[in-house]
């Protein structure tokens, strides 16, 4: 067995491989950008090194500078993850040529199979059933024309090179080809490098159901199981689950052998993923499935996996990459109970689930029994827009399908996740609609039922924005009651003020939630201050979180931020005496006032930044010159982002 390891990736995953390489006694090397100096998969390992800038292209894709990490560092294997380099084989042969040992199989069989158009080619040859269509060399667009006709539409039109669901389109009519043609390969030119198509019967009411497959250098393959991924958006998997529900033990043993001739065929090594689309129209059926790809790295959603066999892919990994053999037989492997596993994103289901960036002002996740985490951050943590917004798994394990789902929609709920937005409630939803939960669901569930899971633009949840503005009044209330001597007595939410008139007395407060104007109405009788946003009274079970300026109130999921509309310039005098400007709270630069070189005064503003919807403009806090300014205009930026840096001038008043 290693000794060490160098893990080439970040997030979830970075952090997953550091859990079990350190369990088997391995020293755990991490790699970082500058923007994950301080991310969670730096500080679970033994030690770090950096490999560049925050771009992927120039730090974690960049496989001479992951290799001199693993030298400098004494590595005897480098483990890829997914996505980034795993799938590369020209990294996997540079990893052999320096002697390290890549955790992942031969180069040549992530040859094989990195193109779609070969791979299936292979497969035929296998024995295994393929998804009709035409994958030849020809790319002439009348060629590829005919070829959908004659294949019969609805046809997808697929990248050769593609992966995550880029360069895809479905083509519904003939009329309708040319066009998504052109769109298909303008995307897989500029996603890939190459524009290359397939051309794919489009599979009605399409589940897609993949087999894990395990290979040892001996010349042992086995199969650990279906998972079942058809929750998808965009061609991308949301929730995935062991066993599919549905499944056969005459169609899983067929799917497995399939799998396994694939692997065979190709020479594999190691985890790899048989990836099949059935047909699920009147249920599973024995003879519709048809091979799609074969993703040749450790899947997203291998935890399920391992729920239902009880085993460590990541240590089967290890120990296969040793040189060991696998240590069961194909009758050995169990299937216990039924796993399900939802993608946590920081995301904006609500609006079109665009990705949604900055500090995590909490983070926190159950531990109960039955419930696996796998995260990527941790509470201070920042989502950057340079990567994957994944944030999390959430994974359940229950003796049924119904008991695991139940499971996961609780684990949900006690999910807090505050300043990125995510698809907390969306998935939550998932978990408890009610045709997924009876099995009728294909490919496309997710799309037509939008509405139904909450992913439409929505009113503001009032009785959470309630909650936040009467916590901000009672912060206020508080903080000036200390000041009344400045301020005087006429703030809207000095309750003392309103308990000195008698009577009750109605004052309206205006505050913005997500950055939008509302109106508060606060009511003050005998004492007591009363709060309502359009007459909806704060909900006790809302869950607040302090942010910067703003608050976060979460419920069911979903979340707000609530500030009041009329805060004061933002003062950074009290930021920093060392000259550093930096975000106050995540918004966007609209300009910068100043250039490198001038001399400021103190007080001079520096930058205006829009955060809320308002501008705000940051002002030096000391007099000197202007050494650094590390964004432009147009740029958002964290809470918390260094903006700019002053060099203080001599103190010498005169
Ligand atoms: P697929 O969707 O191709 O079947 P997976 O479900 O295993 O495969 O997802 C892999 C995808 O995850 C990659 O294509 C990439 O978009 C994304 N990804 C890559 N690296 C990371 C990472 N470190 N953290 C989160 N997501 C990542
Ligand atoms: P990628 O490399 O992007 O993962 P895949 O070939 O695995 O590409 O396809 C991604 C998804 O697109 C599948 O999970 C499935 O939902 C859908 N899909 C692919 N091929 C077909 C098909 N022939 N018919 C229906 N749906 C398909
Ligand atoms: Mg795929």
């Not at 024995?286 to 729920?307: I, K």
């Not at 949604?356 to 951050?377: I, K, Q």
Request: hydrophobic share 45%; proline share 5%; aromatic share 6%.
């Amino acid at each position: 067995m290693f000794t060490s390891v160098l893990i080439a990736n970040r997030g979830e995953i970075a952090c997953r491989i550091a859990r079990t390489a350190r369990r088997l006694g391995l020293r755990t090397i991490a790699v970082f950008s500058d923007a994950d100096a301080n991310a969670l998969h730096v500080r679970l390992c033994d030690e770090a090194h950096r490999i560049g800038p925050a771009p992927v292209r120039e730090s974690y894709l960049v496989a001479e500078a992951l290799i001199e990490a693993a030298r400098k560092s004494g590595a005897d294997c480098i483990h890829p993850g997914y996505g980034f380099l795993s799938e590369k084989p020209d990294f996997a042969e540079a990893c052999e040529r320096a002697g390290i040992v890549f955790v992942g199989p031969p180069a040549d069989a992530i040859r094989a199979m990195g193109l779609k158009d070969r791979a299936k080619a292979l497969m035929e040859k296998a024995g295994v059933p393929v998804v009709p269509g035409y994958h030849g060399e020809n790319q002439d667009p009348n060629l590829l024309k005919r070829k959908a006709y004659e294949i019969g539409y609805p046809v997808l039109i697929k990248a050769v090179a593609g992966g995550g669901g880029k360069g895809m389109r479905r083509v519904d009519r003939h009329a309708d080809f040319d066009v998504a043609l052109e769109g298909a390969m303008r995307e897989a030119a500029s996603a890939f490098g190459d524009d290359r198509v397939l051309i794919e019967k489009y599979i009605a009411s399409p589940r897609h159901i993949e087999i894990q497959v395990f290979a040892d250098r001996h010349g042992n393959v086995i199969h650990l199981n279906e998972r079942d991924c058809s929750l998808q958006r965009r061609h991308q998997k949301v929730i995935e689950e062991a066993p599919a529900p549905g499944m056969t033990a005459p169609m899983r043993a067929r799917m497995g052998e399939a799998a396994v001739a694939a692997a065979r065929a190709v020479g594999y090594c190691g985890a790899g993923t048989v990836e099949f689309i059935a047909d699920g129209a009147d249920g599973l059926k024995v003879d519709a499935f048809w091979f799609m790809e074969m993703n040749t790295r450790l899947q997203v959603e291998h935890p399920v996996t391992e729920a239902v066999t009880g085993l460590d892919l990541v240590e089967w990994q290890f120990r296969v990459a040793a040189g060991e053999r696998l240590a069961l037989q194909q009758d050995q492997v169990a299937l216990e109970g039924h796993a399900v596993e939802a993608r946590l994103y920081a995301e904006d289901p609500e609006r079109g689930f665009l990705p949604s960036t900055g500090r995590l002002a909490e983070v926190s996740f159950p531990d109960r029994e039955g419930v696996r985490v796998d995260a990527g951050v941790d509470i201070g943590g920042e989502v950057l827009p340079y990567y994957d917004p994944m944030i999390a798994k959430v994974i359940a394990h229950a003796p049924t399908r119904e008991k695991a789902l139940d499971r996961l929609a609780e684990a949900l709920d006690q999910t807090i996740v505050a300043g990125p937005r995510t698809n907390l409630a969306f998935l939550s939803n998932l978990c408890r609609a009610w045709d997924f939960r009876a099995g009728n669901f294909d490919t496309g569930f997710i799309d037509r039922n939008l509405a139904a899971l909450g992913a439409v633009p929505q009113e503001i949840d009032k009785g959470a924005a309630a909650a936040g503005i009467a916590h901000i009044l009672t912060r206020e209330s508080v903080r000036l009651a200390q000041q009344r001597k400045t301020d005087g007595p006429n703030s809207p939410w000095d309750a003392s003020d309103g308990f000195q008139l008698s009577g009750k007395r109605q004052v309206g407060v205006p505050f913005t939630v997500d950055g939008k104007k509302a109106l508060a109405t606060v009511v003050y009788d005998g004492g007591r201050a009363q709060v309502s946003v359009d007459g909806v009274a704060p909900d006790p079970q809302a869950k607040i979180v302090a942010g910067g300026a703003a608050v976060y109130v979460l419920r069911k999921g979903r979340q707000v931020s609530v500030a009041l509309t009329d805060f004061e310039a933002i003062d950074v005098e009290h930021q920093d005496g060392d000259g550093v400007v930096s975000a106050p709270m995540h918004g966007k630069v609209l300009a910068i006032l100043v250039e490198k070189g001038a001399n400021v005064a103190k007080g001079q503003r520096l930058v205006v930044l829009e955060a809320m919807k308002m501008e705000h403009a940051l002002t030096a806090p000391v007099a000197g010159v202007v050494i650094d300014i590390a964004v432009s205009p147009g740029a958002q930026v964290a809470d918390g982002a260094r903006l700019i840096v002053l060099k203080a001038a001599d103190v010498n008043e005169n």
